[in-house]
């Protein structure tokens, strides 16, 4: 397992934007596959987005599709989730979540993160 921390969550309107970061603190972070995953009040935590150790795939949950960019920096040892257009059922626990394969073409199926972030909350208002 690696240690995975999370910032950047908040309290925003609709319409809004925000980025969550998500630092790997591993010592190989490029032979890991990244992903958010996220948990609303009373749901089942879902799945987000992931992408592979080359940023040269990326995958996303329907309902996210056109508003939520995943991205990295192998140099930095980060992830991102940059969300626009935030709707009021965004509103969850954020995860950061990783893998360490490095993956050609990752998928929601085939991703399975051995290691989780403890979490940033994301509030939007209506």
């Known amino acids: 397992q690696v240690q995975l921390v999370e910032s950047g969550g908040g309290l925003v309107q609709a319409g809004d934007s925000l980025r969550l970061s998500c630092e790997n603190f591993?010592?190989?972070?490029?032979?890991?596959?990244m992903g958010w995953f996220r948990q609303a009040p009373g749901k089942e935590r879902e799945f987000v987005a992931a992408?592979?150790?080359?940023?040269?795939?990326?995958r996303y949950t329907d309902s996210v599709k056109g508003r939520f960019i995943i991205s990295r920096d192998n140099a930095k040892n980060m992830v991102y989730l940059q969300m626009a257009n935030l709707e009021p059922a965004d509103t969850a626990v954020y995860y950061c979540?990783?893998?360490?394969?490095?993956?050609?073409?990752?998928?929601?199926?085939?991703?399975?993160?051995?290691?989780w972030g403890q979490g940033t909350q994301v509030t939007v208002s209506s």
């Open positions: 591993g010592r190989t972070f490029s032979t890991y596959a």
């Open positions: 979540a990783a893998e360490q394969r490095q993956y050609t073409v990752v998928t929601a199926q085939a991703f399975k993160p051995g290691s």
């Open positions: 992408i592979s150790w080359n940023s040269l795939n990326a």
